[in-house]
């Protein structure tokens, strides 16, 4: 099902089309309402004219992070205070939370792309629908809400905690579709498992997983284990909140809502555009928003764009799974090492749990990586009663990473549930090098 | 023949020993014998008790890393060469003897083991008549 077919399955020259007559109206816009930028433009001699189709998006120049952190906590806002309904802020754990206003036209546009990922998941009207992102600062939660409502299904605003509750209403109420982290789902399930709630007694049959990277052996086992269908929603809080892109029920990369976010890959390094189809820093420039616009804004997340007509009917470009971040990214003895990639192997065997934790230290001036894996219950298994049997399966696990990551790990197993759970984007990476 | 051990995964840091303690004394079930393979990173406690299956159970559920296995446990007389005796016969037969340990049972020495052919050392020790204990004797022992 597609909720808006004239946006999402336009031909690609009216696309560009539109995009260009967006891009020069955004520009002129933050010209003329934002000093940050105005002064930018006026360093690279650059006018709101020079910018005509949307090829020329090149000319413009980035904005990153410390940008929003630096004008903290208005400076980049284009709108009067006046016409902001809404704020969201960032989590700011170093540095100035990232402060994000919304006009009103801003969240219509937030729930029109939001209703367009739920109606791709296949989300009617008469769908009973929890969203458990955390409500509040986050743009998760009611972000989500907002798109539930504007498609008609009946929104169930669990938030986050209180997990048996949930998973109680799950069951009560008949809930047919959730939207969490995907990691949140994995607790969700052990949850209800512990609560003796089992899948024949729920209806979930659709899943909007988001906010965190995830691979398709973490999709596996969520949809095995609560009996969904499970699809990727992507979406950054300086950009929008979650909505920005979505997966079609081909599942072959997340169509991008790209009449209002336009896309860019990028070598994070020399900030060279990269062509269509290689892998590198995905850059979004919002063509529509009101409150805080953003010019070719680095997510430092890392991914590559696919064009070409989708099976859906679909022409709007899709981006493949986020293969890790920018600045996720960890130099150990001089190798790149991405967090994605340890759980690729992690969750490829099944003796081990769907979470581990890396810690990266530096011993005699040698970086090391040590690989924190918790064993599984289910599959710990009479063959394992003996250290050489144990050894053996960590050794199977250092063998993996070190082919993929190229470096060698040490791989540390712990008992299960020792590794710490989060609720909300997990923390999977301690760098004991900056600490010491 | 054989009895049950349980092999719990411990990591090697203060305090995951008690847990798994704690759990076997609110299941009430009691440790007959015990032993510790102790590696630099991890230890496997090897238990046998009076309720294998209970225990176990209640580990699993406790989400503790724990397997039941089958070994052997074979009675001995108190007299000298009794152990070498029984291994002569296993290894004799070319089987390989994965660990060991032994503990006093109603006042005699019992041998715990596992081999590399479980089938094998069944058949080995049926022929040479060696007295074996089988669950039900610890069950029992009360």
């Known amino acids: 099902m597609i909720w808006n077919p004239n946006k999402e399955c336009m031909s690609r020259d009216e696309m560009s089309a539109l995009q260009g007559k967006r ?65 969201h802020a960032s989590s700011g754990t170093t540095g100035n939370p990232t402060i994000v206003g919304y006009t009103r036209k801003d969240i219509g546009v937030w729930s029109e792309c939001m209703a367009r990922c739920l109606t791709s998941f296949g989300v009617t009207r008469d769908d009973i629908f929890s969203v458990a992102y955390g409500y509040g600062l986050f743009t998760g939660g009611l972000g989500a809400h907002n798109g539930v409502e504007m498609v008609g299904a009946s929104v169930v605003p669990a938030s986050t905690g209180n997990t048996e509750k949930h998973a109680r209403l799950i069951r009560d109420l008949g809930i047919t579709g959730i939207a969490c982290t995907p990691s949140y789902a994995l607790y969700l399930a052990e949850t209800m498992e512990k609560m003796g709630i089992t899948k024949n007694q729920i209806k979930l049959r659709v899943g909007a997983f988001g906010a965190e990277p995830w691979t398709e052996k973490m999709r596996d086992e969520i949809q095995q284990r609560l009996g969904l269908k499970g699809f990727n929603i992507y979406g950054l809080s300086e950009i929008m909140g979650p909505s920005v892109s979505y997966e079609c029920e081909h599942q072959n990369g997340s169509h991008i809502n790209e009449d209002h976010f336009y896309p860019e890959i990028i070598n994070p390094v020399t900030l060279e555009p990269l062509p269509k189809g290689q892998p590198g820093e995905l850059v979004f420039t919002t063509l529509t928003k009101e409150g805080m616009p953003l010019l070719r804004y680095r997510t430092r997340d890392l991914c590559s764009l696919m064009t070409g007509e989708c099976g859906c009917g679909r022409t709007n470009v899709r981006m493949t799974a986020i293969t890790g ?86 791989v540390s197993l712990k008992a299960p549930n020792a590794i710490e759970r989060s609720q909300g984007k997990s923390t999977r990476v301690i760098d004991l090098r900056n600490q010491k | 023949m054989t009895v049950k051990q ?73 007299r000298p060469g009794q152990v070498a005796d029984t291994i002569r016969r296993i290894s004799d037969a070319e089987i390989s003897i994965t660990y060991m340990y032994s503990f006093l049972f109603h006042g005699k020495g019992l041998l715990v083991f596992r081999t590399d052919n479980t089938e094998e050392a069944r058949e080995v020790i049926r022929r040479a008549s060696l007295k074996s204990i089988a669950e039900k004797d610890l069950i029992d022992w009360e």
């Open chain 1, 23 to 87: 891009l020069h109206k955004i520009v002129k816009y933050v010209y003329h309402n934002v000093p940050f930028y105005r002064h930018k433009l006026q360093e690279m001699d650059l006018t709101p004219d020079d910018i005509r189709t949307i090829d020329d998006i090149v000319k413009l120049p980035f904005t990153t992070k410390q940008d929003l952190r630096d004008n903290y906590p208005f400076g980049l806002q284009a709108a009067p205070p006046s016409e902001i309904i809404r704020i």
């Open chain 1, 325 to 410: 971040r920018s600045d996720d990214m960890l130099i150990i003895r001089g190798i790149n090492v991405f967090p994605s990639q340890v759980e690729s192997v992690v969750l490829s065997m099944k003796e081990f749990a769907p979470r581990y934790m890396l810690v990266v230290d530096r011993v005699n001036n040698l970086d090391t990586l040590e690989v924190q894996v918790e064993l599984r219950q289910e599959y710990f298994t009479a063959t394992f009663d003996t250290p050489a049997a144990i050894d053996e399966l960590k050794k199977r696990l250092s063998d993996k990473l070190r082919s993929v990551l190229s470096i060698s790990a040490k």
């Open chain 2, 6 to 78: 349980l092999s719990i995964f411990l990591e090697n840091r203060s305090g995951t020993m008690t847990k798994v303690l704690d759990i076997l004394k609110e299941t009430g079930v009691r440790i007959i014998a015990s032993s510790i393979a102790d590696t630099a990173e991890y230890g496997l406690f090897r238990v046998i008790c009076t309720d294998p299956q209970k225990a176990y159970d209640e580990l699993a559920e406790a989400g503790v890393a724990v397997a039941l296995s089958d070994v052997f446990a074979i009675q001995l007389d108190n």
